[in-house]
């Protein structure tokens, strides 16, 4: 079955400073949602990634989907202690599926 | 509404007793989602619904749990003679329809904790 693998598992940078999380598949990607976490709440939604080489931007976040290397990408820019919080890949268990299969989460701290 | 809403945002109750989860999901959204979020196993599919079409109960970890959801709208995931592993966050979603180019909006979740 699908299994998605994030690295790295917690990451602690300086505000101000740049990021990257990366998120791996174990079988091909038929789309990816990334998703961001805080304690006690749901996932909220950021960005869908459809087609290999496909790369969208919200504000100062920048998500990439490599088919190839069956992976995705996501990038921070210039951090800030709002982006601070759980930060989860999901991507359909088989193709067309509705059921999402997620990442175990990559922990963000953002220290001032 | 808004968002996806679900209750109760707690629930506390005892090993051996029946839960109810509900969940309602966005206005005009089709396509409703349960998944459960626990800290050993992470975030997993329980159950999903699509418009009329039969439920896929494909994640149900056990026959104690099921789901319903009248009128293509609001949707209750009951667990019976809930055990201590049941203790997770149960996070409903929903999309405008099935098609694979509709996120899901989660809501923020019931946690249940099982003594």
């Known amino acids: 079955s699908q299994e998605l693998e994030q690295s790295p598992q917690s990451l602690i940078v300086q505000e101000g400073k740049n990021l990257t999380i990366n998120c791996t598949s174990s079988?091909?990607?038929?789309?990816l949602y990334w998703y961001k976490q805080k304690y006690g709440e749901g996932l909220i939604f950021l960005m869908m990634?459809?087609?290999?080489?496909e790369e969208k931007s919200h504000e100062k976040i920048t998500a990439k989907l490599d088919e190839k290397k069956q992976q995705s990408s996501l990038h921070i820019t210039a951090s800030q202690p709002s982006h601070a919080g759980i930060y989860l890949c999901?991507?359909?268990?088989?193709?067309?599926?509705?059921?999402?299969?997620f990442g175990q989460g990559t922990r963000l701290t953002i220290n001032p | 509404g808004a968002g996806v809403s679900q209750s109760p945002s707690n629930k506390v109750t005892e090993k051996g007793k029946d839960v109810e989860l509900r969940c309602d999901p966005i206005?005009?959204?089709?396509?409703l989602y349960w998944y459960r979020q626990s800290l050993g196993q992470g975030l997993e599919f329980l159950i999903y619904?699509?418009?009329?079409?039969?439920?896929?109960k494909s994640g149900l970890p056990s026959d104690r749990f099921s789901a319903e959801r009248t009128g293509g709208s609001v949707s209750t995931l009951t667990i019976q003679r809930t055990q201590q592993e049941d203790s997770a966050v149960y996070l409903c979603?929903?999309?405008?329809?099935?098609?694979?180019?509709?996120?899901?909006?989660f809501g923020d979740g019931t946690r249940l904790s099982i003594l």
């Open positions: 979603a929903s999309s405008r329809d099935s098609t694979s180019n509709q996120p899901q909006h």
């Open positions: 079988k091909t990607l038929y789309g």
């Open positions: 990634l459809q087609k290999g080489g």
């Open positions: 999901g991507a359909p268990s088989v193709q067309g599926a509705q059921k999402l299969v």
């Open positions: 206005s005009g959204h089709t396509a």
């Open positions: 619904f699509q418009g009329n079409s039969a439920p896929d």
